[in-house]
Every structure is written in structure tokens, then in C-alpha cells.
């Protein structure tokens, strides 16, 4: 455990920051942020506003996935003897902001590295949006193209959990649009401005969605969640049809697996019908 005003230990130190109010800066982040010896930052400007606050002052250097390989084998290399602190614009890096190629060098060079957790905003709005939390996946930014925006929601149209995608506020209503088409009878749920004063998070209906933010043009970024699809409820007719069909042509445990899987029934009792319906 380290103090404040103890030297820091060289490597790569991964700082979650804020994701809109400045006061959910950790304790902890503050210490480290004061106490490196450079902060690695997507923007300058962004972070120089963050730090200035906390009143800090110290070494920036640009790095997003746009640096060219030898200015982040310069940084990996500098970690061997300082403390860098990794920070993006706003949340936990690497959440679909810059660092992953820069994690993975500074593995490889076995420099040790600590992780900060803090702000972050697809956990913020699946805690604010009342969707299903038990199981959930985040899927980046949801594609600009219409064509590869549609191919990503069917791709996950059978994932039985919540979805949870940024988007931006001009593409809202069309990728709302397509959820009503490729995932029909979701619930969905839009958050934006997240821990802002006019923080949101609206939940129904796509269509419901569509209607309300057309009438009232969304801004800000945007974090974008569907509910996992409908429960279908299978009737005992719905099942008998479906085990007499492949009856006809497999054994009954692999009639009975079928089943099971398209219809979520157990197994146990499903294979009973299946030999009380052979018998007949």
C-alpha cells in the first residue's frame, strides 16, 4: 500500500475518470493522477480541463489508436523507469476508447500494471434502465451503415440477455428504427447525459422511443440498451406436434434435445411424453 507522497512505482497505471460530473473522480485516481510522472491521454485539452481541476499539473502526452507503433514502444519503454498513468476522454479506457494495443505491448514487455476502476457508462445505464441485469453484453458502437447496423442486431438477435451498444444522438431514431424491425417486442431503453444535470434514461417500446425523440431531438452520446427477447410460452400441443415430427425421423433423445432447446421445456419430462407418444 502506498502513501501520499511515497514515490510511485514505474509502470502503467490504467485511471477510470469521469464520465460527465467531475466529482466522481476516485479518491484513489486523484492520488495517482498526482502522483505519476505523465499522463498518456487521448485528448490534451479534455484531460488538461479534468486535471486542472483537481489541481494538478503534470506531463501530457497524446495517445489514441491513431499513434504510430514506435511512439507506443517509446511509452512502454518509458514505463520501465516512470509511473504513466493511462486516462481517455471520459470513463474507463479501453471500453471502447484507446489502450488496448498499448496494454497488450506493455504485457509483453512485462511492465506491471494497475487498474483504477471508476466511472462507466454502460453499467450506469443498465443500473438506470430497469432492463434485466442478471446477464448482460456490451457491444461497442453500434455501425454507421444501415446494412452492418442490421447484420450486428441479427447476428445477436438469439443472445438471451440485455443488450448494450453507444450510439450518437443524429443516429438514434434510425438505429431505433431497425431494433423495431430485426429485434420486434423488445424493451428498450435510451440514457444520455449520464451523471449530467440533465441526465436521462427513458425505457419502452422502440417505437415509443422513436416518436418521443423525434419530437425532441436528442444530444450528447448516447448509451443504447435492448432487453433480452420475449419468454415464448409453448403450449403441450405446441410440443406433442413437434416431438411426433422428429420422432418420424431421429431417436428420441435427439427429438427430445430439438425440443428442448426451441422450446426451453426439461428435458426429464419431454423425454416421457416422447415415449408415452411412441407408444401410442
Known amino acids: 500500500m502506498t502513501h501520499d507522497g511515497d514515490p ?10 469521469p464520465i460527465g460530473n467531475l466529482g466522481d473522480i476516485t479518491v484513489r ?10 499522463i498518456a491521454c487521448e485528448d490534451t485539452r479534455v484531460t488538461q480541463k479534468l486535471i486542472r481541476h483537481l489541481g494538478i499539473s503534470k506531463p501530457l502526452w497524446r495517445y489514441d489508436d491513431h499513434s504510430a507503433p514506435n511512439d507506443r514502444a517509446r511509452l512502454v519503454q518509458s514505463m520501465r523507469d516512470r509511473a504513466v498513468a493511462l486516462v481517455s476522454d471520459a470513463g474507463m479506457p479501453l471500453v471502447s476508447d484507446p489502450g488496448y494495443r498499448l496494454v497488450k505491448d506493455a504485457k509483453a514487455a512485462e511492465i506491471p500494471i494497475t487498474a483504477l476502476p471508476g466511472a462507466n457508462a454502460p453499467l450506469t445505464a443498465l443500473a438506470l434502465s430497469g432492463l434485466p441485469n442478471d446477464r448482460f453484453m456490451f457491444a461497442g458502437f453500434l455501425p454507421n451503415k444501415d446494412k452492418a447496423r442490421r447484420d450486428m442486431l441479427a447476428e445477436l438477435a438469439d443472445i438471451r440477455t440485455t443488450l448494450i451498444f453507444f450510439d450518437t444522438a443524429p443516429r438514434l431514431t434510425k438505429s431505433l428504427a431497425v431494433i423495431d424491425e430485426v429485434l420486434p417486442g423488445r424493451e428498450v431503453a435510451v440514457a444520455r447525459e449520464l451523471t449530467k444535470i440533465y441526465e436521462e ?8 422511443l422513436i416518436a418521443h425523440y423525434t419530437a425532441h431531438p436528442p444530444r450528447g452520446e448516447i448509451v443504447l440498451l435492448v432487453g433480452p427477447p420475449p419468454e415464448v410460452e409453448t403450449s403441450v400441443d405446441d410440443s406433442d406436434a413437434m416431438l411426433r415430427e422428429l420422432l418420424e425421423t431421429e431417436k428420441a433423445s435427439k427429438a ?24 401410442e
Open 256 to 279: 427430445v434435445a430439438q425440443v428442448a432447446k426451441a422450446t426451453g421445456l426439461d428435458r426429464k419430462v419431454l423425454y416421457a411424453r416422447a415415449m408415452e407418444l411412441k407408444g
Open 201 to 208: 434514461c427513458r425505457t419502452g417500446s422502440a417505437q415509443e
Open 29 to 38: 485516481a486523484k492520488d495517482i493522477l498526482a502522483r505519476c510522472d505523465g
Open 8 to 17: 510511485l512505482s514505474p509502470g502503467l497505471y490504467i485511471v477510470a475518470t
